[in-house]
């Protein structure tokens, strides 16, 4: 898009257009909306079950699979919308769907259990990704958090090995730390102590708060919970059993890093997906920055978009975070409509073409794109 074509966009008509969207899906939400979650979760419940009731036989991928799935799910479909305040205004919701008291406290590992802390992710995600997108103040801006292998010296299938290793571990390599980072710097800025010098090393060291968060918060409790206290529950029937499950636990977490690698990371990367110097003024340009700097997957359909976790409806997700799941299948067409009307791409590409971009980029191959004038 041309610095011509990025700034004629009537951005004070987009916001009308999309707000009025976003009206009628507030009126049109109810509780089948809550209905369409649970009916989600009951799915990836289902995962687990199946996953764990296989898993002591022997070790194999595909009970390590459904275990991922019922991983994979927690996150992307319960976590992600009900802390974002989705299903909040829905009335008769039972106190622990809504973001004041899903996985708090004791209800952590019962509702969202993993690596990530709830208010780390809250922190990271909600506040600074959502509010920053395509910034350098963005945690998730993938261009400047690879600019360390993009200009490396290293030869270019050194580089994509790299990023296929970090594609089954990054939840703990990436997410997990720089959640904890982000929660401190914050924790900081509010008591206004001086601006912190945060490091990688720092990061995992017991040695700093930022390091002891990290494990006593995250590692320790998560990796108890998931390959010593589950696999002990099937000692009973046995060692091999025991070790079986956790086996299989270990392979799952590799697969739910892979997967959610496959679906998070192309969101908001590409050689055709906008990045951004300045900081979003105005409704309108927020709104333009979340179309230009977001990508789809395929949507429609609760089997195709329970594999995506609803993460293939990006675009309408950083337009309206607080939305219930089920909405965005409906209001998708009309944000597409919309875009068509006021001349603005509208990305819509399989995820695997989205995902040789990405990576595109974090190897240096590609660039993100910047508005520019064409000559």
């Not at 390590?64 to 919701?93: C, E, N």
């Not at 979340?290 to 997957?297: A, C, D, E, P, T």
């Amino acid at each position: 898009m041309s610095l011509h074509s990025y700034q004629s966009v009537n951005r004070e008509q987009l916001a009308k257009d999309l707000t009025a969207i976003y009206q009628q899906s507030l009126a049109d939400t109810g509780i089948e909306d809550f209905k369409h979650l649970t009916k989600m979760e009951k799915w990836g419940k289902i995962c687990s079950i199946i996953g764990y009731g296989t898993a002591w036989i022997f070790p194999n991928p595909i009970s390590a699979l459904f275990i991922s799935l019922g991983s994979f799910t927690r996150w992307t479909q319960m976590t992600h919308p009900v802390v974002h305040r989705g299903y909040d205004k829905v009335a008769g919701v039972p106190a622990h769907y809504t973001s004041k008291k899903f996985a708090h406290g004791w209800r952590r590992f019962i509702d969202w259990p993993d690596w990530i802390t709830p208010s780390g992710w809250h922190q990271e995600h909600d506040v600074l990704h959502h509010y920053n997108l395509g910034e350098k103040s963005d945690p998730d801006q993938l261009q400047h958090n690879m600019e360390w292998l993009r200009q490396s010296t290293l030869p270019m299938w050194l580089r994509y090995t790299m990023v296929a290793f970090f594609s089954g571990s990054w939840k703990i390599l990436y997410y997990t730390p720089r959640t904890h980072k982000e929660v401190r710097l914050n924790a900081a800025r509010q008591q206004g102590e001086p601006e912190l010098v945060m490091t990688r090393i720092g990061a995992w060291s017991l040695f700093t708060q930022q390091g002891r968060a990290l494990w006593l918060q995250s590692i320790f409790p998560y990796a108890a919970y998931r390959f010593i206290l589950l696999p002990l529950l099937f000692l009973p029937l046995g060692s091999f059993a025991a070790l079986s499950v956790l086996a299989n636990s270990v392979l799952a977490e590799i697969f739910t890093n892979m997967h959610s690698f496959l679906v998070i990371v192309p969101n908001h990367a590409g050689d055709d997906v906008m990045m951004f110097d300045e900081k979003v003024k105005g409704k309108g340009e927020f709104y333009l920055r979340q179309i230009l700097g977001s990508v789809n997957y395929p949507t429609g359909s609760n089997s195709n978009d329970f594999f995506y976790g609803w993460l293939n409806y990006q675009i309408e997700h950083h337009l309206w975070p607080d939305m219930p799941l089920s909405q965005y299948q409906k209001v998708q067409p009309q944000v597409a409509a919309v875009c068509k009307k006021h001349n603005i791409p509208y990305r819509q590409e399989s995820v695997f073409k989205r995902l040789l971009k990405a990576v595109d980029v974090m190897v240096g191959k590609t660039s993100m794109l910047k508005p520019v004038v064409v000559v």
